[in-house]
C-alpha cells in the first residue's frame, strides 16, 4: 500500500448507528488531518493531529470523535449523525515542518446519513 | 476574515488554453497551492507558490502575487482528462490551509 488509505469507501448509516472511518498514511508523515467536503463548499478542517497530539478542532460536534493511535493511523468516530453530516469525508498528512507543508489525501468515505 | 475566490465554473475547447483565477484573503501567508480534483477522487497536489512568479511544471503553470493577493493557474494544450475541479487553497500563519470552493472545469471536443 502506498499514500493514503482509507476505509470504508462508502458507507450509508442510520442516525442511531455508530461507525468508525479509519485512514492510513504511509508516507512517514507527523501531522494528519480530517476534512468535511460537501458539494460546491470548500474544504472544512474538522480535526488535526500532529506528532499525535490534537492541535485544531474547529468547533466540531462532538458526534465526530477522532483517534489518532499513532502517527499512521488516524479515525473519524461517528454516533448519533445528522442527515445534514452526509458528505464526503477526506483524510489527510503532511511532514510538519514550519514551510511548505503539502497535504496528500486519501480517497475519502462518501457518508449518507438516513 | 480569511476567504479565498475563485469561479464556480469554466468550460474551454479541447487543445486550447485556460487560466483559473484565484483571489485571497488570510491572516499571513505562507504559501499558495492548487489542487486537482477529479469527480469522486483526492484532491491531488498540482503546485505550491511563495513568492512572486511563474512557476511551470509541464502543461501547467501558476502564478502569484503576494501583493495583490492573486494566483492563476494557467493549463495549456488542454486534454480531455483535465476535466475536473481545482482547488486553490492558501496557508496562513498558522501553516492552515483556507480552501476554495473549487473551479469545475469542462472541457468540450
Known amino acids: 500500500e502506498t499514500g493514503v488509505t482509507q476505509t470504508p469507501r462508502h458507507l450509508v448509516m442510520g442516525m442511531t448507528n455508530k461507525k468508525s472511518l479509519k485512514c492510513e498514511q504511509h508516507?512517514?508523515?507527523?501531522?494528519m488531518y480530517w476534512y468535511k467536503q460537501s458539494a460546491k463548499k470548500p474544504l472544512e478542517l474538522m480535526f488535526v493531529?500532529?506528532?499525535?497530539?490534537?492541535?485544531e478542532n474547529n468547533s466540531v460536534p462532538s458526534r465526530f470523535s477522532p483517534e489518532c493511535p499513532n502517527s499512521s493511523h488516524l479515525f473519524l468516530h461517528l454516533h448519533t449523525l445528522q442527515p445534514e453530516d452526509s458528505a464526503l469525508y477526506l483524510c489527510?498528512?503532511?511532514?510538519?515542518?514550519?514551510?511548505?507543508?503539502?497535504?496528500?489525501f486519501g480517497p475519502g468515505t462518501r457518508l449518507l446519513v438516513l | 476574515g480569511q476567504n479565498i475566490d475563485q469561479p464556480t465554473e469554466m468550460t474551454a475547447t479541447e487543445g486550447a488554453i485556460v487560466q483559473i483565477n484565484c483571489t485571497y484573503q488570510?491572516?499571513?501567508?505562507?504559501?499558495l497551492f492548487w489542487y486537482q480534483q477529479h469527480a469522486g477522487e483526492a484532491p491531488t497536489f498540482l503546485s505550491y507558490?511563495?513568492l512572486d512568479g511563474l512557476e511551470e511544471k509541464g502543461r501547467f503553470s501558476s502564478f502569484l502575487s503576494r501583493s495583490k493577493g492573486y494566483s492563476y493557474l494557467l493549463l495549456k494544450e488542454l486534454q480531455m482528462k483535465d476535466s475536473a475541479s481545482y482547488l486553490c487553497?492558501?496557508?496562513?500563519?498558522?501553516?492552515?490551509?483556507?480552501w476554495g470552493a473549487g473551479t469545475k472545469l469542462i472541457i468540450k471536443p
Open positions: 488570510t491572516s499571513g501567508f505562507n504559501g
Open positions: 489527510a498528512s503532511s511532514q510538519a515542518r514550519g514551510g511548505q507543508e503539502t497535504q496528500y
Open positions: 493531529y500532529n506528532f499525535k497530539e490534537q492541535t
Open positions: 508516507l512517514g508523515h507527523n501531522a
Open positions: 507558490n511563495v
Open positions: 487553497a492558501a496557508m496562513d500563519s498558522n501553516y492552515q490551509l483556507i
